[in-house]
């Protein structure tokens, strides 16, 4: 039930695309979900956030879409470029337990330029 | 602000040996965090402190580490003795507290085990 199933593995896309990746959770005790970016050689860094009250969450080029009922969320990329190329990792959180992050196993992103 | 300090970068060992791994949070932060990354994975929790106190270890193979946080700021990592499945990516991350979601990364420390 701590789960965080996470796909696809890897996503190529070219620059300018959308790139877009899935989450899906079972424990609906579970009220905060982030998504980090890793590059190479470097600790995961928070690249937005959403709680379960909310359907969707804009930063920028990124968006959050949150969907409670099938207990899944994803990430989308707009006008995706070269400088995006990393490993995101979609998280999940609960403060009943901490707030520590349970995550996904991660998506490898290239984009080609 | 200053971040997540770890050290060190970069550690080579060989099976059986011990090893330690340092970490400094965000200054102010209550929190701290361990957790270890296999190449190709998501971090896994390996531990989590609140100022000096241990809030979960139940994911930490106790048998063989350990950790520390004395002074409820700074923190260590042991490994004694280390396997060759210990090879990992090990990474300190702090929040305000535990009732905060946000959490930060350090760079983390590479473990390799021969």
């Known amino acids: 039930q701590q789960q965080v199933k996470q796909s696809p593995q890897s996503l190529i896309v070219q620059k300018g695309g959308i790139s877009i990746i899935n989450c899906a959770y079972e424990?609906?005790?579970?009220?905060?979900f982030p998504w980090y970016q890793q590059f190479p050689g470097k600790g995961p860094a928070l690249l937005i956030a959403i709680r379960p009250d909310v359907s969707e969450k804009k930063e920028g080029r990124f968006t959050i879409s949150f969907n409670k009922s099938a207990k899944q969320f994803s990430l989308h990329i707009m006008d995706s470029q070269p400088g995006d190329s990393a490993t995101y990792f979609c998280?999940?959180?609960?403060?009943?337990?901490?707030?520590?992050?349970?995550f996904g196993e991660g998506t490898q992103l290239t984009v080609n330029p | 602000e200053a971040g997540v300090a770890q050290s060190p970068r970069y550690k080579i060992i060989e099976k059986r040996q011990s090893v330690a791994f340092w970490c400094n949070p965000i200054s102010g932060h209550a929190t701290l965090y361990w957790y270890q990354q296999i190449l190709g994975q998501g971090p896994k929790l390996l531990i989590q402190?609140?100022?000096?106190?241990?809030?979960?270890d139940s994911q930490l193979p106790k048998d063989r580490f350990s950790a520390e946080r004395l002074k409820g700021v700074d923190s260590t990592l042991k490994i004694q003795p280390a396997k060759l499945e210990d090879s990992a990516v090990y990474l300190c991350?702090?929040?305000?507290?535990?009732?905060?979601?946000?959490?930060?990364f350090g760079p983390g420390t590479r473990l390799t085990v021969t």
């Open positions: 991350a702090s929040s305000l507290s535990t009732g905060f979601y946000e959490q930060y």
């Open positions: 402190f609140q100022n000096n106190g241990v809030v979960d």
């Open positions: 998280a999940a959180s609960m403060k009943s337990s901490g707030s520590r992050l349970t």
């Open positions: 424990n609906t005790a579970f009220d905060y």
